[in-house]
């Protein structure tokens, strides 16, 4: 079945170190995939998304390329601060239910 | 302002207690689900809904309840024969059709049995 596997945690940082979390997915058929962050307490937001291989998704910084050949979708920023500290969700959605990964949670130290 | 609010933001439960968790959007969206998330784990998919007065189980649907008799409503009734409900509980929607669209979260709410 579809599912999602991603880098477990917990992952600290200094700020402005450069952050990767790997994410890799199993998938009938062409998904759409998407990364999510949760703040304490706080539902998800999305952070990114790519609907077709090749795709690249961004926004605050943080970058992932959908790559059908090796099925990934890792999360890339150049230089994190301290706001970044979150839990980040991958996800895949292919047009019946969306399926999450159990998250990686990410504390950036000053 | 379009969204999706989920209330009680905290709710607590006596033991054997039914409890009803709210969740209503005004993003018109067709899709509607609820999820359980426990603490340091991921989403457990619990119902969701493509369409209006239906809906599926999802993985862990045992002791819950939906009804979906508005589109823009989709209530989460968690029975007393959940035997372990204490949990962070997220609503979330997104537009029927599209392969691509994204889901929207609630705050959630966080449930605690007494």
């Known amino acids: 079945g579809d599912s999602v596997t991603q880098m477990e945690g917990p992952v600290t940082l200094s700020e402005e170190a450069f952050l990767t979390i790997n994410c890799t997915y199993t998938a009938t058929g062409y998904p759409s995939l998407f990364w999510y962050v949760q703040y304490p307490g706080e539902g998800l937001q999305l952070l990114l998304k790519?609907?077709?291989?090749?795709d690249k998704g961004s926004n605050k910084g943080f970058e992932a390329t959908y790559r059908k050949e090796t099925t990934s979708f890792h999360l890339e920023k150049g230089s994190v601060q301290v706001s970044d500290s979150a839990v980040y969700f991958c996800a895949l959605y292919t047009g019946n239910q969306f399926y999450f990964g159990t998250g990686t949670s990410l504390t950036v130290i000053p | 302002d379009g969204g999706i609010t989920q209330s009680p933001k905290y709710l607590f439960r006596k033991e054997g207690q039914n409890v009803t968790l709210s969740c209503e959007q005004n993003l018109n969206h067709d899709a509607m689900y609820w999820y359980r998330q426990d603490p340091g784990q991921g989403l457990r998919l619990i119902y969701y809904?493509?369409?209006?007065?239906?809906?599926q189980k999802g993985d862990i649907a045992e002791g819950y309840s939906v009804s979906r008799e508005k589109k823009e409503s989709f209530p989460l009734t968690v029975t007393s024969a959940q035997k372990n409900p204490t949990a962070f509980y997220l609503c979330?929607?997104?537009?029927?059709?599209?392969?691509?669209?994204?889901?929207?979260f609630g705050q959630g709410t966080r449930l605690t049995v007494v």
């Open positions: 790519a609907t077709k291989a090749d």
């Open positions: 809904s493509q369409i209006v007065n239906d809906f």
């Open positions: 979330a929607s997104r537009e029927g059709q599209m392969v691509k669209s994204e889901a929207f």
